[in-house]
């Protein structure tokens, strides 16, 4: 796991110390994601610069040293990430006469480049990985980003220059840019509470989309209006743009209309033997290896896996809170108890937690508002005082079906779509008509009449968002509502215009029969790269501790995606067939239990110790003076959340973290 960045100067003007002292000054903004080596690879008569830190994972010798060079001479590459079948690799390349000096899979992945070409390299390679490979023959940069967006990799133009980073602050470095907020991808996070790929929060700079790769040749003349950021066609008359070399859309269309044919015996038999096989695999390293722990489905069953191809206890960590319908560290910890691992909790304190909230705009580098940040940023850094590699559950709620939304959505439709589109708006109106408030307390006689499995936090919430979502036409419009924080951020946002995304493109929707498939797929291409993994990623490489993610590997996605919806869902809940495999190891009454996520009490937070620091960002005068946001939709949510009347958590908090960075980062108007 590393920190990578460079340059392409087509200008070729810049001489070699020049172009070394910039790019080694881009890659020591990355040192939290290598500080093991540092190196610098440049050639000034092509305008080349290539940069690298290093977290020593595999092969901790000089031989692993970055950036490296090909046997032949031809390529030179920085590279992110983890070639987890890299021995089946190597084994295949021996055959055909490649020498290796080393056992990085860096060296690896060169060798293979070489033998068979970039595109057809990155098929046969299972991991995550973004990587920037010079030909030095062809004279052509070759950027690349894993299937699913596991590492990060942003791009985009400085004057004559295209620049690219792991992180934002890399780019930032480069002499000459200009930090100008793009308004359009700020409408675009107060939706989501992200900024979705292919934007990120500054103009002319994008997210490589995962599963492609971007190429430039360094002998053409190529402007920055040359470039698209989509790999399909746009209005854009772009001459470059990335291409696939993995496509999430096929994967899932191939796998529905081409179904296991199986029992459900064997299908929990298959499943069963592919994780254990991924986890393995990732498993493989020259460093201390544990696992996150939550005590849910995903992360009780990597745990279980890892477990039972082990002879030592694996190290498990897991996170707890006071607020008990906030705190999982009880069920985390009687599974750790059941497998025999060696556990380590950290019950944290709401001023520990508070702790981290300065931290953030740092980490995260663009604004990011999954306050689950906070929980996910403690347990990396628990575990790094023990390891350096840690695995986790990642990916299972989307490929088996763990989100209420799911099921929840499939069935509201079912019973909403029929009836006349006045009747669910007056519907709704009645529901709106209460406060969540009411609505918890009133059903919360009700709930505790309920299986566990049927129980809520804030139902009262939920009931709201129900309401919201009544009157649309389509289950994808319903979809997007359910997603939204802000619905309609353009009013929000000044001098903004929401892009189209693949959201809202049904262009770029895949063709599946059922509205759950389509939720899970569009989950799978954004929620998941853009929230999930950056989350994961960033809180884990803020500590210098790699994550690795089984349930993303490329032959388990693809057998999730054949396996039918009623292996998924049963009896008004999802995962039946991950819990299916999970049951083998762990007793079903350790983990019959609702999702609880992995949460903070935020919404209190707002109305107590974080009250303060919030009123002050959330200032008027302050948001008119800024000039982003219109001061009164957040002024008088502001006021109602306060009050207690509703809970805007989620809307607030995205604002919040946009103020917190905006304080640590210095736009250019």
């Not at 920190?3 to 002292?21: K, M, V, Y």
């Not at 002998?219 to 066609?233: E, L, M, T």
């Not at 493989?284 to 722990?293: I, Y």
């Not at 006071?322 to 709401?350: D, K």
Request: contains cysteine.
């Amino acid at each position: 796991m590393c920190g990578i960045t460079g340059f392409l100067d087509l200008s070729r003007r810049t001489g070699a110390d020049a172009l070394q002292a910039t790019v080694k000054r881009m890659a020591d903004r990355l040192l939290h994601r290598g500080p093991d080596d540092e190196g610098a690879w440049v050639d000034a008569e092509h305008g080349i610069a290539l940069g690298h830190r290093r977290l020593s994972i595999l092969d901790l010798s000089p031989e692993g040293h970055q950036p490296m060079v090909s046997a032949s001479g031809r390529y030179v590459v920085v590279f992110n990430g983890e070639i987890y079948n890299f021995a089946e690799l190597r084994q295949a390349l021996e055959a055909l006469g490649h020498r290796f000096r080393g056992h990085s899979d860096t060296e690896i992945m060169l060798a293979a480049c070489e033998q068979w070409g970039v595109a057809p390299a990155l098929v046969r390679g299972r991991g995550m990985l973004a990587f920037a490979l010079w030909d030095r023959q062809e004279r052509v940069l070759h950027l690349a980003r894993d299937r699913l967006g596991e590492k990060p990799l942003y791009y985009g133009w400085v004057n004559e220059t295209l620049v690219f980073g792991s992180e934002l602050k890399a780019i930032a470095a480069y002499p000459g840019f200009q930090a100008a907020i793009a308004r359009d991808a700020l409408a675009l996070y107060m939706r989501h509470n992200y900024i979705p790929a292919p934007h990120s929060i500054y103009r002319g700079i994008y997210k490589l989309l995962p599963g492609c790769t971007l190429s430039i040749n360094g002998r053409q003349h190529i402007r920055a209006g040359d470039f698209s950021p989509y790999p399909h066609p746009d209005p854009r008359p772009a001459t470059i743009r990335p291409v696939r070399f993995w496509s999430a859309r096929e994967v899932a269309e191939r796998g529905v209309a081409e179904p296991f044919a199986g029992s459900a015996t064997e299908a929990v038999e298959r499943l069963d033997a592919l994780v254990r096989d991924a986890v393995g695999l990732q498993m493989v390293a020259d460093v201390p290896v544990g696992a996150f722990l939550s005590g849910g489905i995903d992360s009780s069953t990597v745990v279980a896996l890892m477990q039972a191809q082990c002879t030592r206890p694996v190290k498990t960590f897991s996170i707890g809170f006071g607020e008990p319908e906030y705190n999982e560290a009880e069920y985390a910890r009687a599974v750790a108890r059941h497998l025999g691992t060696e556990h380590r909790e950290l019950y944290v304190s709401p001023d520990e937690a508070l702790a981290v909230i300065p931290r953030l705009p740092a980490l995260y580098d663009e604004p990011f508002a999954d306050a689950s940040q906070i929980p996910t940023y403690l347990v990396a850094q628990l575990a790094r005082q023990h390891v350096t590699v840690s695995l986790s559950g990642d990916g299972g709620d989307e490929l088996f079906t763990g989100y209420d939304r799911y099921f929840l959505g499939r069935s509201i439709w079912g019973k909403i779509g029929w009836l006349p589109e006045r009747l669910r708006r007056g519907a709704a109106g009645a529901l709106t008509s209460v406060s969540p408030r009411t609505w918890s307390h009133g059903l919360a006689a009700v709930s505790a009449l309920l299986p566990r499995r049927h129980r809520y936090a804030n139902p009262g919430d939920k009931v709201h968002k129900l309401a919201e979502v009544l009157s649309f036409r389509q289950p994808e419009a319903m979809y997007l509502s359910m997603l939204s924080h802000w619905k309609n951020p353009t009013a929000v946002v000044l001098g903004a215009q929401e892009p189209l995304t693949v959201l809202t493109d049904p262009a770029q929707w895949a063709q599946l029969p059922e509205f759950t498939q389509r939720m899970m797929y569009l989950d799978t291409i954004t929620y998941l790269p853009d929230d999930i993994l950056t989350k994961v990623d960033r809180a884990a490489m803020g500590v210098s501790l790699e994550s690795r993610i089984p349930l993303l590997d490329p032959r388990v996605v693809e057998f999730a995606w054949q396996v039918p919806l009623a292996m998924k869902v049963r009896n008004g809940a999802g995962k039946w067939l991950l819990r299916q495999v999970l049951s083998k190891y762990v007793p079903r009454e350790l983990i019959d239990r609702p999702k609880m996520g992995f949460g903070v009490p935020i919404d209190h937070w707002l109305r107590g110790p974080l009250r303060a620091w919030a009123e002050e960002l959330l200032n008027e005068t302050r948001l008119t003076r800024e000039g982003y946001f219109n001061p009164q939709p957040i002024r008088q949510k502001w006021a109602e959340h306060l009050s207690g009347q509703r809970n805007w958590q989620y809307l607030l908090w995205n604002v919040l973290m946009f103020q917190a960075w905006l304080g640590e980062h210095e736009p250019t108007r």
